[in-house]
Structures are given as structure tokens and as C-alpha cells.
């Protein structure tokens, strides 16, 4: 089973819609949790810390099951400036990337 | 405050060459990792890197791999006689403590013709 799972895409949504996405990890005593988004041929940034409580960071809000062990990123109000590819990122002795879901959003 | 340096940007390579790249961290960062992005693929683990010393090398390949991060200067990865399959974006990410605050640098992109 792979470490950490995301589904590819790509997901196509219109401008202003709400989109989300799910991650799954393998390894329970992973200890910390972020998003990444990544551009075309540029470098991953952070995007936000994951934690049990949820995180809200205006559109972005992600939010963590630890019992059922996967992550999630809901992006509303979407803007053609949030196309990218989303890396999901668990931690536990070392920091995993999941291989990343990519979005388009529409005119 | 600069950001995490790498360079070159670009590096084309014959087959059988090497290729060094390098990477300055952040400054008051001693945490360096490695990673690997294939063409389509995500980032793989590479090698994980404190002054002097390699804390993990389980993502590097056995043979013509090898890093470095001196006591010195920048952390390097080197990659002997290359192959086609070399060929990738090799990214260098450093942190403060280790596994927080990760930030990456812009990545060295290698051509392997």
C-alpha cells in the first residue's frame, strides 16, 4: 500500500465552484499532516498545516480524521489562480508527498 | 533573508558524466532534504541531510548517488556517469528543526542527453 494516496485528476471546475479533495495515509503514527500546492515546473509551497480540529485559511479550509486516516482540502469560491497540482504530505521520521491531484479551473 | 538557493537552474549532462548540484539553505536552517520529481510523478525522498552528517538515505539510489552537507558551504548531490533516467527536476528543501517549516528551492533541473 502506498504511503500516501491522492487521486490524480484531473478535476475541471468552473470558476466559483466549490472543490474537494481527499488524501489517505498509510502509516497511523504519522504526526503531522500539510497541503502543498505546486505550479507548473516550480517549486511545492505550503499551503496549510492539517490538524484534527480543522484549519480555515479564507477559501482553504482542510481538515484531518485521524480514525479513518485521511485528510481533506475544500477550496470554495474557486479562482483560475487556484489551478495547480495539490500535494497531500504526511509526517513521521520523514516527510511523505502523496503524488499530487491536479485542478483546472474554468473560464 | 534569502530563501533556499540551488543552482544551476538547468544542468544538461552527456551520459557517463556527473552532474553536482547544489543547495544553500536558508539561513539559521541545518535541516536538508532531497527530493526527486520525475516528469508526471510526485516528489520522492532522497536523502536527509544536518551539518556533517546524513541522518536518512533510504530514497537515495545505491550506486552513483551520494550527498553532502559540509560544515561549510552548501549541501551537494552528486550523481556519477548519468543516465537518461536521471533525467529530473531535483528539488532541495530545508527547515529549521526537523520535518517543520519546510521551504523549498527552485529546483535543479536536469537534462541527461
Known amino acids: 500500500r502506498k504511503e500516501v494516496e491522492q487521486d490524480p485528476g484531473p478535476f475541471n471546475v468552473p470558476e466559483g465552484a466549490t472543490v474537494a479533495f481527499n488524501c489517505t495515509y498509510s502509516?497511523?503514527?504519522?504526526?503531522?499532516f500539510f497541503w502543498y500546492r505546486q505550479d507548473c515546473r516550480k517549486e511545492p509551497k505550503l499551503l496549510m498545516s492539517?490538524?484534527?480540529s480543522g484549519n480555515e485559511d479564507g477559501r482553504f479550509t482542510a481538515q484531518l480524521n485521524r480514525a479513518s486516516q485521511y485528510i481533506s482540502l475544500l477550496i470554495r469560491d474557486s479562482k483560475l489562480s487556484d489551478s495547480a497540482t495539490y500535494l497531500c504530505?504526511?509526517?513521521?521520521?520523514?516527510?511523505?508527498f502523496g503524488k499530487g491531484t491536479r485542478l483546472h479551473i474554468l473560464p | 533573508n534569502a530563501g533556499v538557493m540551488q543552482n544551476p537552474r538547468h544542468l544538461v549532462r552527456r551520459r557517463g558524466q556527473e552532474a553536482r548540484l547544489r543547495c544553500s539553505p536558508m539561513?539559521?536552517?541545518?535541516?536538508v532534504y532531497w527530493y526527486r520529481q520525475l516528469p508526471e510523478e510526485g516528489l520522492k525522498f532522497m536523502v536527509y541531510?544536518?551539518?556533517?552528517?546524513?541522518?536518512?538515505e533510504s530514497g537515495m539510489p545505491k550506486e552513483r548517488f551520494s550527498a553532502e552537507f559540509p560544515k561549510e558551504g552548501p549541501s551537494i548531490l552528486r550523481i556519477q556517469q548519468v543516465v537518461r533516467g536521471d533525467s529530473a527536476a531535483y528539488f532541495c528543501?530545508?527547515?529549521?528543526?526537523?520535518?517543520?517549516?519546510?521551504?523549498f528551492g527552485s529546483g535543479t533541473r536536469l537534462t541527461v542527453v
Open positions: 528543501a530545508s527547515s529549521e528543526t526537523g520535518g517543520y517549516g519546510y521551504t
Open positions: 504530505v504526511s509526517r513521521d521520521d520523514k516527510i511523505i
Open positions: 541531510l544536518q551539518k556533517e552528517n546524513i541522518i536518512d
Open positions: 539561513k539559521g536552517h541545518s535541516h
Open positions: 502509516n497511523s503514527a504519522s504526526q503531522s
Open positions: 492539517v490538524y484534527s
